[in-house]
């Protein structure tokens, strides 16, 4: 938490230029192009790192699909989760958020540029409206980020915790390669009191194709992915 303020502070100065531009970029996409969009959102997370002393390292970028959609599914750590996985994701990509955590100044911004989906917790009937367009949109070739724990605890020391099954109902119903991606020290950055310069690691697994997934229910399938996430943590630290 130090280091996010920490983060701010440091950029304070550029706010006034970098939030507008945001804004407007997010609010006229026929305008700015999804790369576009999508180099920005980088650019922003790149000063973001520099000025927090934030190295973040991927490995396995070999198995990402190379054609169509995907929805990524990382365990959950804290506020930079997603930003790490952005910075070493090349092509565009999108996130589903916790709509109550994202109207905040910066991550609204944020959402907004990638056209994100903001999911209301405990609303059934949004759940499955959501669900359905991260579908539609990954049949048509877009990528997602979806956090299948649905929440982290702070300073979480890099524990995954169980999955939510109907997580994995969107890549189900677009019949889409399913990607586990295991993050390690991301809580470090901004859901810890660690304030020395840090690296965390962005680990992209091999993907589960559909054929491999499309006799399993979706319990079986969040436990497959949580196992596979877990074996990788287990096996460096």
Known sequence: ????????????????????KMRKWAD??????????YKLVRHVIYLMKRSGKIKTVAYGEENLPKEGGYVMYPNHQGKYDALGIISTHKEPCSLVMDEA???????????DLLQG???????????????????EDVKNGKKYILFPEGGYEFNNRNRVCDFKAG??????????????????????VFNSFYLW?????????????????????????????????????????
């Open 28 to 37: 006229h996409p026929e305008k700015y192009s999804e790369e576009e969009r």
């Open 1 to 20: 938490m130090l280091r996010f303020i920490y983060v701010i502070l440091m950029n304070l100065f550029r706010a006034p230029y970098i939030i507008p």
């Open 117 to 135: 989906k903001r999911l209301i917790k405990d609303n059934v009937r949004q759940a499955l409206k959501i669900i359905t367009e991260v579908s």
């Open 167 to 188: 997580s994995f109902k969107s890549a189900i119903k677009a019949h889409v390669p399913i990607v586990p991606i295991a993050l390690i020290d991301s809580y470090k």
């Open 101 to 111: 955590k994202s109207h905040t100044i910066l991550v609204s911004e944020f959402v």
């Open 197 to 237: 310069p840090i690296t965390t690691q962005v680990h992209y697994l091999e993907p589960i194709y559909y054929e491999e997934y499309k006799d399993m229910k979706s319990k079986e399938i969040a436990e497959l992915v949580k196992q596979r996430i877990q074996d990788k943590i287990s096996s460096i630290l």
